[in-house]
Each structure stands twice: as structure tokens, then as C-alpha cells.
């Protein structure tokens, strides 16, 4: 029973992975952020709360690299903050929201909110404060669009993916317990 398990978790993990690349590709020709982060801040929630620590962190982690390798993703410099921040939200997530179990509304509320700010100070302070300074040569100009990619956006994405998520995650959770 223990093999199944780990089967079924292994495969939900390939399909959030799976997911995430599609629509991050799918989304790149809008060229709207705002939409591709809060899509992706949707779907590593998701990951967490549905499938465990484990699948979510390994998303996390994966997601920005095999979109970087797609041609899709980040600079290779910025990928090890990105995952970072990625990794962040769905710690958060995982810690205030609940095992998997039915979390309230004020939990949720706590979560979104956590999850974003704590994922967009760690983007922020690795992007902005660290490798656009330290590790990108970069013009002013582009040195500042860099930056200001990775503060309010980047919590704007994650407040949106965060609702979606706290308030689909009880009809997703009923649906992957029937299958």
C-alpha cells in the first residue's frame, strides 16, 4: 500500500510540474506577469496543500529551471532566488494552512497574505538588493526594471495565486481524493 502511495504522489508531482510548463509557455506570448505569476504562485500552492512538502518543494524547485532550459524562464543568475521564493510560499503555505486538513478562513487569509509577503521579501532582498548589484552587469535602466520586476509584481502575483488557491482548494481536494 505504501508503494502506491508514493506512486500516486509521484505522479501528481510529474503533473504539476507538467502544468506548470504548459501554462507558463502558454502564457509567455501575453508577455503579462501578472498573469504567468499568479498562475505559477496557483499551482505551487496547490502542489503543497495537495500532494505534501515533498512534491511542493520539489515543483518549486524544478519549475524555474525547466522553464529557464524551455526558453521561457529566468536569467541562470536569478533561478537560485527564484526557487528560493518559490520555496518560501509553499513553506508558508504548509505551515500556516494545515497538513492537507480543512483550514478556516482566517487561516487562509493568513496564508495568502503570509505567503506573498514572505515570498516577495526573499525575492526582493536576493534580486534586487543582491544579484542586480553583485552578480548582474547590468545598465541602470535594465538594472532598475530587474529590480522593480521582483518587488510589487511579484506580490500582486502571489496575493492572486494565493486567493485562487484558498478559495479552489476545497473543490480540488475533493476531486483528488476521488480519483
Known sequence: MEQKKRIIRITRTAVFLALLIVL???????????????????????????????????????????????????????????????????????????????????????AVAGGAAAKTAVLYGGIACFAVPYLLVLAEPQASLVSGMFSLPQFITAMAGGTAAAVLLPVLRKAVKEI
Open 24 to 110: 507558463q509557455a502558454a502564457t509567455a506570448p501575453l508577455r503579462s506577469t501578472l498573469l504567468t505569476g499568479s498562475v505559477v504562485n496557483f499551482l505551487l500552492i496547490t502542489s503543497v496543500m495537495l500532494c505534501g512538502p515533498a512534491s511542493g518543494f520539489t515543483v518549486a524547485v524544478l519549475s524555474p529551471v525547466l522553464a529557464r532550459f524551455l526558453g521561457i524562464g529566468p536569467l541562470w543568475a536569478l533561478i537560485p532566488f527564484i526557487i528560493a521564493g518559490n520555496i518560501t510560499i509553499c513553506a508558508v503555505w504548509y505551515l500556516i494552512a494545515g497538513r492537507g486538513g480543512r483550514t478556516g478562513v482566517f487561516r487562509k487569509c493568513l
